[in-house]
């Protein structure tokens, strides 16, 4: 500390024959070694915390020293008498003093040399002393709380106290820690969270608290602490005296003294809560994962479910004005050629007769419209109920194609009917399996241009007939070749209007389904199209 201080000190000794010296330093915060000489005290740190609670008490005096229960163990050690104490240099602003410890076998020694030689020494002490203090004064940065005003004063002179509140308020579990790892001081508050009392957790060894399969591990951390003075933080459950175990993360370093590792200070924080809370939530993880899932395929499936919504409002409604205008030819023609019998008494028999079937022939067309529209809604509510027989396939196609044969002689269009010569028999509906092959036929000359060519052929196969209804006609775009089931759905074809509902392939699909049979659709734009549409045959006598 101070070379000409640990000389006059030395010199003390000796001329007193003391064994031990000390020159301790106390003030509110802390209590320090200024100098020492002789044999080393085992119970220092016990002695000095027991000073430095008499000086911040009564003060430091030979009568209230010598009961201290750590004095006499001290004396009994070292083996001396008795112990010679002075106050050598205070300043009672900052209640800081220097005291001198000796501890000798003879203590007369001092009284009989005190007039004398003891004396001056113990001037010279205090003045080297006094002057040490007086230039670690003047460098200010050198003394705590140097230039701490005197009202604050009266807190920093509580402040252990303030402290202390503060520890046994805090929810934390803050302990202390010896060399070997045993409760020095812990807050009651935190022993509590370990249901133990403050004096019951003292003395007992931190690894006792730790269960079995934790111990390796904070063992190590705590030796990890011990080996350097860096803040270490692990994690731990703690057994409480109810067998309860509580998740910790501690955090803590080692006291250090003159460079001995004296203790450890850690704060243990209860995370069991946040433990649960943590345990629940990655539990919780999968199912609002799942449920994320789920969101999100009902969401596609509503937006999907929206956009069919809004495509079948388009289709109906282009449907309504399609229909209107379906209904609007014939009937226009049924009227216009009534009125015109009705208001013409003289109009020729013949001509009369000639404007009776245009009349019969469009209320016709009327009626198969409706029947097309109804026969829709009963398929699709389920209202239908097929007619089944085993019939002549060959047969039947024949008349459809010559029931044709007059509106595609009309666009000098070729039909033609390619079949085997025998019979093939299938059981079914004759009369909507009629009508598929007939839409099919019709839209094929409808599709087609002046001139073209509609080849209708009948295949044979093993255990099934295949039908293939072909044109040379405009063509179906690719794009829309995966609709052209769909209802209501007509292709566009800007500049060139077809009549038409798109109705006709639904019904010719629906009825083929119905029948287990299939149908598939080939397409070249402005080279035509082909239907392929396959039954299974019925071995059964045609009935
Ligand atoms: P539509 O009453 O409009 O003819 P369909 O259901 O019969 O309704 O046909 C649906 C759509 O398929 C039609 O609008 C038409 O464009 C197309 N289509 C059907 N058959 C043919 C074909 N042979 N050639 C070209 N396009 C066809």
């Known amino acids: 500390m101070n070379e000409l201080i640990d000389n006059t000190f030395k010199i003390f000794t000796k001329i007193t024959n003391s064994k031990t010296g000390l020159l301790l330093r106390f003030n509110n915060f802390e209590s320090s070694v200024?100098?020492?000489?002789g044999n080393n005290i085992s119970k220092f740190e016990e002695f000095n915390q027991a000073l430095s609670h008499l000086h911040r008490s009564k003060g430091i005096d030979y009568d209230s020293v010598e009961n201290l229960p750590v004095y006499k163990s001290i004396i009994n050690d070292l083996n001396v008498q008795s112990c010679f104490i002075r106050n050598?240099?205070?300043?009672?602003?900052?209640?800081?003093?220097?005291?001198?410890?000796?501890?000798?076998d003879d203590i007369n020694k001092f009284f009989h040399s005190e007039n004398d030689v003891c004396m001056s020494i113990l001037n010279i002490l205090s003045n080297q002393v006094k002057e040490f203090y007086y230039e670690t004064l003047n460098n200010k940065s050198l003394l705590p709380f140097a230039d701490v005003k005197v009202d604050s004063d009266t807190i920093v002179i509580n402040w252990k106290e303030n402290f202390k509140n503060l520890l046994q308020i805090s929810n934390d579990l803050i302990f202390m820690l010896d060399k070997e790892g045993c409760f020095l001081k812990v807050n009651e508050s935190g022993a509590l969270l370990l249901d133990y009392s403050e004096r019951e957790l003292l003395g007992k060894h931190f690894l006792e608290l730790v269960p079995a399969e934790k111990n390796i591990e904070v063992s190590e951390a705590i030796s990890k602490m011990l080996q350097?003075?860096?803040?270490?933080?692990?994690?731990?459950?703690?057994?409480?005296?109810?067998?309860?175990?509580v998740s910790f993360e501690i955090t803590g370093r080692t006291i250090i003294r003159d460079g001995k590792v004296i203790g450890m200070l850690s704060i243990g924080n209860d995370i069991s809560r946040m433990k649960k809370y943590e345990?629940?939530?990655?539990?919780?993880?999968p199912k609002l994962k799942e449920s994320q899932?789920?969101?999100?395929l009902e969401r596609a499936r509503l937006w999907q479910q929206s956009s069919l919504i809004e495509e079948l409002d388009r289709l109906k409604s282009e449907f309504v004005s399609n229909i209107s205008h379906e209904f609007r030819t014939p009937l226009a023609s049924i009227i216009g050629f009534s009125e015109t019998i009705v208001s013409d008494p003289d109009l020729p028999e013949e001509m009369k007769w000639e404007f009776n079937n245009v009349i019969l022939n469009e209320g016709k067309r009327l009626a198969k419209l409706i029947n097309d529209v109804l026969d829709i809604s009963n398929i699709e509510g389920g209202k239908i109920i097929l007619n089944k027989i085993s019939f002549d396939l060959v047969e039947m196609l024949k008349e459809v194609v010559e029931r044709n044969r007059e509106s595609a002689i009309k666009k000098r269009i070729v039909l033609e009917f390619e079949h085997p010569k025998s019979q093939i028999l299938i059981e079914a509906d004759k009369e909507k399996i009629g009508q598929s092959f007939e839409a099919l036929i019709n839209n094929a000359i409808k599709f087609t241009n002046e001139d073209g060519r509609v080849i209708v052929i009948a295949n044979n196969l093993f255990k099934e007939v295949e039908i293939i209804i072909s044109d040379t006609g405009i063509g179906i775009p690719e794009k829309d070749l995966p609709y052209i089931f769909q209802k209501f759905y007509r292709v566009?074809?800007?500049?060139?209007?077809?009549?038409?509902?798109?109705?006709?392939?639904?019904?010719?699909?629906?009825?083929?389904?119905?029948?287990?049979?299939?149908?598939s659709v080939q397409s070249e734009i402005g080279n035509g199209t082909t239907f392929v549409v396959k039954f299974l045959k019925s071995f059964k006598a045609k009935n």
């Not at 200024?34 to 000489?37: D, G, I, Y």
């Not at 350097?228 to 175990?245: A, E, G, Q």
């Not at 899932?293 to 999100?296: D, E, Q, T, V």
Request: net charge positive; proline share 3%.
């Open 279 to 285: 345990d629940e939530l990655i539990k919780l993880k």
């Open 492 to 519: 566009s074809r800007p500049g060139t209007e077809i009549p038409g509902t798109g109705i006709g392939l639904v019904f010719v699909k629906q009825m083929i389904d119905l029948h287990k049979g299939m149908i």
């Open 293 to 296: 899932r789920l969101i999100s």
């Open 34 to 37: 200024m100098s020492f000489v």
């Open 88 to 104: 050598v240099y205070s300043i009672n602003e900052q209640n800081d003093s220097v005291y001198l410890f000796l501890f000798s």
């Open 228 to 245: 350097s003075d860096k803040v270490i933080k692990f994690t731990t459950n703690l057994k409480t005296k109810l067998d309860r175990l």
